[in-house]
C-alpha cells in the first residue's frame, strides 16, 4: 500500500481503492489499542498521545476514503488525484503512523516481558533435589519436600538444598552464589549453610531449619520481584508534552472549522482546513522519534558489546548521579592471587612457596589453587627446596614442576599438611598452626596484621614445625577498573564501592581504583545491598547499580539504573536496565556515554517533529495548506529524523 500510494511508477488504474482496501484493517484492527485508549480517556474528559494518534489516522483514511468516494475517478491513472478539488490521498499516512507506533510499543512490551524471566532463573539455581537421612537409610527426594527438622546428605560438588545448620562433617563451602564473594567458608558442625550455594569438599549432614518461601534464596527473588514492581514508570518525554500539545490541537481544529463558516467559507473548505490541521500534527516524524533513535542506538551499542533495554534507560542514565559498584566481578576480578610471600629464617621466598605449593596441590580450595598456579608460574621445575644449602632429598618433581607429597591431611577450616622433600610442612590459619607448630614471633605475628589490614588473606607455612613463611593472596583489581572510574567520575557521577567483603579489603580496593573511603560500604549481605541502595535514594540521590552476581539482582532491580557486567550470571543481567558484554568499568562508561548521545537524538527528534507541527498548523488553520502539502511535510520531517538518528551509527569513531 505505501509503495503503490508513494511511488508513481508503482501505480495503476483506480490504485486509490486498493489503498483504501489495504490501509483498511491497519488504521482499525492494528490501530484499535490507539482507539480504544482514547474513547477511554475521552470518557473521563482526557486526552493524551493515544487521542492525537486515533484521530489522525481516522482523519487521515476518513478524509481520504470521503475523497475518493466524491471522484470515484481520481486515481483512474496516476497523477490524477492532485487535481482533485480536495487535495490528494493519505492512505499511507494512516497506516505508517499505525506501524511505527506499534514498533516504538513492542520494543517496550519485549523489554518488560524479560522481567519475568530473572525471577524464574532466580529461583532455577536451588537444588531441585536432596539425599535425605530417615532411620539411617539415604533416600533421594524432590528439595520442595523437606521441612524443617530434616537430615540431608550434602556431598562434595552438591548444591546445598536449603538453608539450615550443620550437624556433622566439615567442608569449604563456595558462597559466591549468594554473597558474591570469591573465597568459600569454612564451615563444621554447628556452623549455618544457605540453600544454593555449593559444597565443595567435605561430606556433611545438614539440619533443614528454612524452606520453600523462607529460605534465603526465595527472599532474594521477593526482593527482585518488589523492587521491578515498586519502580515507578518514567514517562515518555513526548507524552509529557503530548499533555498540552494533543487537547491544543484538538481545540484549534474545532476552532479553525467553526472560524471558516463563521467568516463565510463554504463547508468543504472549512472541513479542508480543520483535517489539514489534524493531519499535519498527527505525529508521523514523533512515531519516528523514539524508535529509531532506540534502534539506532541499540544497533550501535550491540557492536560495542552494550545492550540497552528500552527507551526508559536514556532517561535513567541522564538523571544518575552516583553508581553503586559490587567489587568482586565488577571492578575486581573475583579470582584470589598470590600478592605477597614473607619468608622468615633460613626459607627464601621461592622455597617456601614451592614447599607450600606441593602440599597445597593435594587440596581443591580456591585459595590452594591461586597457590598452586603462583608456584608452577614463578619457580621453574628444575629447582630444588631452596632451602639453605637444601637438597631435594631425592624426591622427583611432577610432571608440573612440583615434588610429591607424602602423607597429604586436610583439615577443614583450618589448613593442610603433609611431607615434601623429607620437611613437615603445614598451610594454614592462624589458630589451627598454633595447635601443631611452634608459635610464630612477634615481629612475625605483626608482619600477619599488616597483611590482613592491607587487605589480603594471609596463611602461614610451618616447615618442620617452625614458621618458614606467610603466603598473602587477594582478589586482584581488574586492570581498566581505575580508568573507568575516572571516567565514570568525568561524566559527574559518584562512584561507591558495595561489597560483603571485610573492610580493609574493601578500602584497600577503593584507594588502588580512585574511590574515597567514605563512599565505601564493606561486610554487606545481598539483603543489604538494596538497603543501601535505598538510603542513597531516600537522601536524594539517583542511583546506578553495577554487579554481576545472582546477590547483585535484587539490587540492580532496586536502582534507577541498573547495569550488568555481561561476564556475571544471566539473573544479574536480566534484573539490569543496561548490560555491558565485557567485564571492563570502562565499557560502563561508554555504555552510559551512548545512552546520553541516544537520548539526545530522541530529543532532537522530537524537537524537529513538532516544530513542523508548531510552523504547519497555524498555516493549515488559515487554509493555506492542502492536506498533500501537509502529508508532504510529515514525510520530511520523517526523513530528518531518521537521518538524524542515524549519526549514531558513528558513535564512538
Not at 548 to 557: Q, T, W
Request: overall charge negative; some cysteine.
Amino acid at each position: 500500500m505505501f509503495v503503490i500510494s508513494m511511488v508513481p511508477g508503482a501505480q495503476f488504474a483506480h490504485w486509490g481503492w486498493w489503498a483504501a482496501a489495504l490501509a483498511l484493517p491497519v488504521v482499525t484492527w492494528s490501530a484499535w489499542p490507539f482507539h480504544r485508549a482514547a474513547a477511554i480517556n475521552a470518557r473521563h474528559l482526557g486526552s493524551t498521545m493515544d487521542t492525537l494518534v486515533s484521530l489522525g489516522v481516522a482523519a487521515a483514511y476518513l478524509y481520504s476514503l470521503a475523497q475518493l468516494v466524491a471522484e470515484p475517478r481520481m486515481t483512474e491513472h496516476p497523477g490524477m488525484e492532485m487535481s482533485g478539488s480536495g487535495g490528494g490521498l493519505y492512505f499511507e499516512t494512516a497506516a505508517v503512523v499505525t506501524t511505527f507506533l506499534l514498533l516504538g510499543r513492542w520494543l517496550e512490551a519485549r523489554a518488560k516481558s524479560l522481567a519475568g524471566d530473572a525471577l524464574r532463573a532466580l529461583l532455577d539455581r536451588g537444588a531441585k533435589r536432596a539425599t535425605v537421612l530417615r532411620g539411617g537409610v539415604e533416600t533421594v527426594v524432590a528439595a520442595e519436600s523437606l521441612v524443617p527438622g530434616d537430615l540431608f546428605v550434602v556431598r562434595p560438588g552438591e548444591t546445598i538444598a536449603t538453608d539450615g545448620t550443620v550437624r556433622e562433617g566439615s567442608s569449604a563451602v563456595d558462597t559466591s552464589l549468594i554473597t558474591g564473594e570469591s573465597v568459600p567458608v569454612e564451615v563444621r558442625a554447628g556452623d549455618p549453610v544457605t540453600g544454593a550455594t555449593v559444597n565443595t569438599s567435605g561430606r556433611l549432614v545438614v539440619e533443614a531449619t528454612r524452606v520453600g518461601s523462607e529460605t534465603t534464596l526465595a527472599a532474594m527473588a521477593r526482593l527482585v520481584s518488589e523492587a521491578q514492581t515498586g519502580k515507578a514508570p518514567i514517562a515518555r518525554l513526548a507524552d509529557r508534552i503530548s499533555g498540552v500539545f494533543v487537547p491544543v490541537v484538538l481545540v484549534i481544529a474545532a476552532l479553525t472549522f467553526v472560524a471558516w463558516l463563521a467568516f463565510g467559507g463554504s463547508l468543504p473548505d472549512a472541513f479542508t482546513a480543520s483535517v489539514a490541521v489534524l493531519v499535519i500534527a498527527c505525529p508521523c516524524a514523533l512515531g519516528l522519534a523514539t524508535p529509531v533513535g532506540l534502534l539506532a542506538g541499540s544497533g550501535r551499542g550491540s557492536q560495542l558489546g552494550i545492550l540497552i533495554r528500552g527507551a526508559h534507560v536514556l532517561e535513567d542514565t541522564r538523571a544518575v548521579d552516583t553508581i553503586v559498584l559490587d567489587k568482586t566481578g565488577t571492578v575486581t576480578t573475583g579470582r584470589l592471587a598470590l600478592d605477597a610471600v614473607d619468608a622468615f629464617g633460613s626459607w627464601d621466598e621461592a622455597g617456601a612457596l614451592r614447599l607450600a605449593a606441593a602440599v597445597e596441590a593435594g587440596s581443591e580450595h580456591p585459595l590452594a589453587r591461586a597457590v598452586v598456579d603462583a608456584a608452577r608460574a614463578h619457580v621453574p621445575a628444575a629447582q630444588g627446596a631452596s632451602h639453605t644449602g637444601g637438597a631435594r632429598d631425592g624426591v622427583a618433581p611432577d610432571a608440573e614442576g612440583l615434588p610429591d607429597v607424602v602423607g597429604f591431611r586436610s583439615s577443614a577450616g583450618g589448613g593442610v599438611e603433609g611431607t615434601v622433600d623429607g620437611h613437615e610442612v603445614l598451610v594454614g590459619r592462624t589458630d589451627w598452626i598454633a595447635e601443631r607448630a611452634k608459635a610464630p614471633g612477634a615481629s612475625q605475628l605483626a608482619r600477619f596484621a599488616e597483611r590482613e589490614a592491607a587487605g589480603a588473606t594471609a596463611v602461614w607455612v610451618v616447615v618442620d614445625r617452625v614458621p618458614a613463611a606467610i603466603l598473602s593472596l587477594r582478589d586482584t583489581v581488574k586492570p581498566g577498573s581505575a580508568e573507568g572510574i575516572a571516567r565514570l567520575k568525568a561524566l559527574g557521577l559518584r562512584p561507591v564501592l558495595l561489597t560483603g567483603d571485610n573492610a580493609a579489603v574493601a578500602a584497600s580496593v577503593a584507594t588502588e581504583v580512585g574511590i574515597a573511603t567514605e563512599d565505601v560500604h564493606a561486610g554487606v549481605r545481598p539483603e543489604g545491598k538494596v538497603e543501601a541502595v535505598k538510603r542513597l535514594q531516600a537522601g536524594g540521590a539517583r542511583v546506578a547499580m553495577a554487579g554481576d552476581g545472582v546477590n547483585d539482582a535484587p539490587a540492580l532491580a532496586q536502582a534507577d539504573l541498573g547495569i550488568a557486567m555481561g561476564s556475571g550470571t544471566d539473573v544479574a543481567r536480566e534484573a539490569a536496565d543496561l548490560t555491558v558484554m565485557g567485564d571492563d568499568l570502562g565499557q560502563v562508561a561508554t555504555a552510559i556515554e551512548l545512552s546520553r548521545a541516544t537520548l539526545a537524538i530522541i530529543k532532537a527528534n522530537l524537537f524537529w517533529a513538532f516544530f513542523y507541527n508548531a510552523v504547519g498548523i497555524p498555516v493549515a488553520a488559515l487554509g493555506l495548506l492542502n492536506p498533500m502539502i501537509a502529508g508532504a511535510a510529515m514525510a520530511a520531517s520523517s526523513v530528518l529524523v531518521v537521518a538524524n538518528s542515524l549519526r549514531l551509527t558513528r558513535f564512538g569513531r
